[in-house]
């Protein structure tokens, strides 16, 4: 019960980053306070420990399927290279120097760490040991949903992916596999941009 609890709870808040609008080291640090550090604070109160949440080092299986899935990704970078919405939209954050984009690919991982902690480690996991695809396909609209607004093509890309980073987790018992995936896939695809 506490499972559902915790998720209703927390749907809201999927949509709060995006209601405010800020710069773009403003946005880093209110996903940071909306999709990690809250959530964390509030599970840790209702009593979850950290591993039903997904906070924990990932096994052999899910540290295998993040790196076969990130050799997978490649191909798909290089292809979504080509399409120009995609290239004029990305990085999304401000550079004039090779060291403002490091900063600015490291404030993505920040970002991409808050986002992942909270679509596949606090709505994910306590309702997964539950129902696992219902809290899968829980854990996807809302995701997909937020990305309405970017390059067309994000919106049924964000959906796939969503599944498929979930399914990663639940076999990796965490959500870093998914992390490291979309961050370093996500840099990898903002470097090939930025050339």
Known sequence: MREHFLFLLFLPLSFVPWLIHTSFWEHV????????????VVSRLMGFQWR????????????KLFAVLFLASVPLSIYGRSIPEMRSYYPVFPYSSVFDFVLGELAMGITMLAHEAFYRGFL???????NEWLAIILQDIP????????PG????????AGIIFAKMDLK????????????????????????
């Open 153 to 160: 093509i994000e919106v049924p890309y964000a959906f796939v």
């Open 172 to 195: 990796g018992e965490s959500f870093v596999p998914s992390f490291l995936l979309h961050w370093l896939g996500s840099a990898f695809f903002d470097v090939l941009c930025a050339l």
């Open 143 to 150: 995701y997909t949903i937020v990305h309405i607004g970017k």
């Open 124 to 130: 994910l996991f306590p309702l997964a040991k539950k």
């Open 29 to 40: 640090a209110v996903v940071s306070l909306f999709y990690l550090l809250i959530p964390a």
């Open 52 to 63: 039903e949440v997904g906070i924990s080092l990932p096994n052999k299986v899910g540290i």
